[in-house]
């Protein structure tokens, strides 16, 4: 049986990933919400969501070894880093004051600020709903049109060292990196569980990924 | 191209069934709420909230079950609100599949449920409802106040402080609904939408009052608002959310079509 691990590591809400997932999955595949390391390693491909501040989600990756258990499966298997499971793939947040991450793609993670313009106008903050995003070549934007729109919703925002990792852009008064790659890595800031039909087909290229 | 302003319709359900009321009193029927979400997800709306406007405590099960459903089957962000009050409220209806909950009384009788409930599931989930109404002053001064029970009970606050407190607070969003205007389709009340949207950094999702396409398209550009949200131009099939999307873009919003 393939299964695909959406790791829980007790921050907030998995249902909509996972019901998503279960959505799009190939038959025959199953979705399992999971802190078991042992469950995690076996499975085909893994799913790190996060949502809600930073430190208290590194807390509890550290707590629960999830960190180190990344590091492992990424090696082997494709992994899917969404949001703040994008974030804390990074090297630091400055969030909370400052909190180191896993580090498994250079760059930080930065406030947008509460002076935030784009064409004089005064944005809000948390960036919250569908922008668009400026892809880069890759399979996972496969049957998603260019420039296609995401449902965003953070105050935090990546900034990616090596340009060549960078995966898809997005403009919201700085430009923040939407999507984030590196061998068998894909990490999005967006929300493509809730992000309808180029969500779901994000979603759906992910489960038949083969890095 | 930037961010695009949202259109969100709004599920008022009573006992499993979608309603909608004139001015919370009068109550039409709309239909099974996870049809009608699903419709409107198919239909491109950007956002779905539900409004539990039971919210009595032996309805919660079935309320649950409802979004339950509805998270099983809809791909775009889900707010509840109604009867939320405590915690346990929030993580049970996150846990059923919502992305956000609306707090709305509970935050006027204990505004630091605000901070703790944003504190334990992130700022991004909570969503603070302010029900408004203009109230005169001697002055001639424009002054909002909150009311709660549907509009009945005056709190003596001003909405637009209060708006600024619940932002400081943690609050990830504001639902604003004009009281006086609600459900009697004159159109949002776009001075408080505008003075609260310009008060606070947090996104302003106006409600209350939209009749017609033009109200939508003022909401946005008088009212400065972030999201419209209504219920009864889409339950009735008075307009359709493509067609609400394109006669906005038509006026220069930015809108995802």
């Avoid at chain 1, 403009?171 to 890595?185: E, P, R, S």
């Avoid at chain 2, 099960?61 to 459903?69: G, I, L």
């Avoid at chain 2, 909150?146 to 969003?173: C, N, S, Y």
């Avoid at chain 2, 302003?204 to 949200?229: Q, R, T």
């Amino acid at each position: 049986m393939h299964t695909v691990a959406v790791i829980d590591y007790g921050m907030g809400n998995l249902h909509s990933a996972a019901k998503a997932l279960e959505h799009v999955a190939p038959d025959g595949m199953k979705v399992l919400v999971t802190s078991d390391a042992d469950v995690i390693r076996k499975a085909d491909r893994v799913v790190l969501p996060g949502v809600g501040a930073i430190r208290d989600c590194m807390a509890e990756i550290r707590r629960l070894g999830v960190d180190d258990l990344v590091r492992e499966v990424v090696k082997t298997k494709p992994l899917l880093g969404i949001c703040v499971g994008m974030q804390v793939l990074l090297d630091h947040s400055e969030e909370n004051g400052g909190v180191d991450c896993i580090g498994l793609l250079p760059g930080n993670v930065r406030y947008f600020g509460r002076e935030l313009y784009e064409n004089d106008q005064h944005l809000k903050v948390p960036h919250m709903g569908w922008s668009q995003v400026t892809q880069s070549d890759h399979p996972l934007w496969n049957g998603i049109k260019d420039e296609s729109r995401f449902y965003f919703v953070h105050s935090y925002y990546a900034q990616c060292e090596e340009r060549e990792l960078v995966a898809g852009t997005c403009q919201y008064g700085v430009q923040l990196d939407a999507a984030l790659t590196k061998d068998n890595l894909f990490a999005v800031q967006f929300h493509p569980e809730k992000s309808a039909k180029a969500g779901l087909q994000l979603l759906s290229n992910f489960l038949r990924w083969n890095p | 191209m930037g961010l695009a302003k949202r259109i969100i319709p709004c599920l008022d359900v009573d006992n499993g069934r979608v309603v909608k009321g004139v001015q919370f009193v009068d109550i039409r029927d709309a239909g099974d709420p996870v049809e009608v979400a699903r419709r409107y997800d198919e239909q491109g709306a950007d956002e779905i909230t539900f409004l539990d406007i039971t919210a009595s405590s032996d309805n919660r099960e079935t309320t649950v079950h409802t979004v339950e459903a509805i998270a099983s089957e809809v791909f775009i962000p889900l707010t509840v609100g109604g009867g939320i009050r405590t915690v346990e409220d929030i993580r049970t209806m996150l846990n059923a599949g919502a992305d956000k909950v609306s707090i709305n009384t509970a935050a006027v009788f204990n505004p630091e449920f605000v901070r703790e409930a944003a504190e334990r599931f992130g700022s991004q989930c909570i969503v603070v409802a302010i029900d408004a109404k203009k109230v005169s002053k001697p002055d001639g001064d424009d002054r909002w106040e909150i009311f709660t029970h549907g509009g009945r009970k005056p709190t003596g606050l001003d909405a637009v402080e209060w708006a600024q407190k619940m932002e400081e607070l943690g609050a990830g969003e504001i639902l604003l609904t004009s009281m006086d205007q609600d459900g009697v389709k004159n159109g949002y009340d776009l001075g408080v939408t505008r003075a609260i949207s310009e008060a606070v950094i947090i996104p302003v999702i106006a409600s209350g009052g939209a009749g017609n396409l033009d109200h939508l398209v003022d909401g946005i550009v008088e009212g400065k608002a972030d999201a419209v949200l209504a219920a009864s131009i889409f339950h009735f099939g008075q307009h359709s959310i493509p067609e609400a999307k394109q006669y906005m873009a038509d006026r220069g919003v930015e809108m995802r079509l």
